[in-house]
């Protein structure tokens, strides 16, 4: 039990995809800049990794027993780019306004890349199938924690800065420089669930 609370606690906050392993950036760019949609993104992105998570290990298994383990990363975009439609399928019936609102990024969860860096993780690090839901939950809630402070920090405070920007720095170069920040600021955590 010990063992999967540190792994997702150190997935969580050390090796964070979003600030640590800087995958999934374009989401986090993109979608941060609203609070709701951050976290319906963040929600629809926790969803699919785990589902991706749940279909793609014993998948990993057929691959490794029929020796075709070489064919993992074209399966796992293939399984994901499913899920996601069915997410999409799913929110346009029962959540058209969220649907609406992530427009774009919300296809652009096929593509992330932290999703399938969660599924080649898990089967990189050897993990068992619970193992390997723990890691993907906590890469999920991760993935939402980012999300969730940087879509508060740009809400509230980087709208209101207006002229103390340097002109140079306005835009997307000053939503760089406050992730840049922020990411420095989960470094904090390294060493501390090992």
Do not use: H
Request: aromatic share 12%; proline share 3%; net charge neutral.
């Amino acid at each position: 039990m010990t063992n999967l609370i540190i792994i997702f606690l150190s997935i969580v906050f050390v090796n964070n995809f979003l600030l640590s392993q800087f995958l999934g950036i374009c989401s986090f760019l993109g979608v941060s800049n609203k609070m709701s949609s951050a976290v319906g993104m963040s929600g629809a992105v926790v969803f699919v990794m785990i589902l991706a998570e749940a279909v793609t290990w014993p998948v990993q298994q057929i691959l490794d027993k029929f020796g075709i383990g070489y064919l993992q990363t074209v399966v796992f975009i293939l399984v994901i780019a499913a899920l996601v439609q069915f997410v999409e399928m799913f929110m346009k019936k029962f959540l058209p306004s969220l649907q609406k609102a992530l427009g774009i990024y919300l296809p652009l969860i096929t593509t992330n890349c932290a999703i399938l860096g969660a599924t080649i993780n898990a089967i990189t690090f050897e993990y068992s199938f619970a193992q390997s839901m723990i890691y993907s939950f906590g890469a999920g809630c991760g993935y939402a924690v980012a999300m969730i402070i940087f879509a508060g920090i740009r809400e509230e405070k980087m709208n209101d800065l207006g002229d103390a920007v340097p002109a140079a720095f306005r835009g997307v170069p000053i939503i760089l420089v406050a992730a840049t920040i922020m990411s420095l600021s989960f470094m904090g955590f390294t060493g501390m669930f090992q």
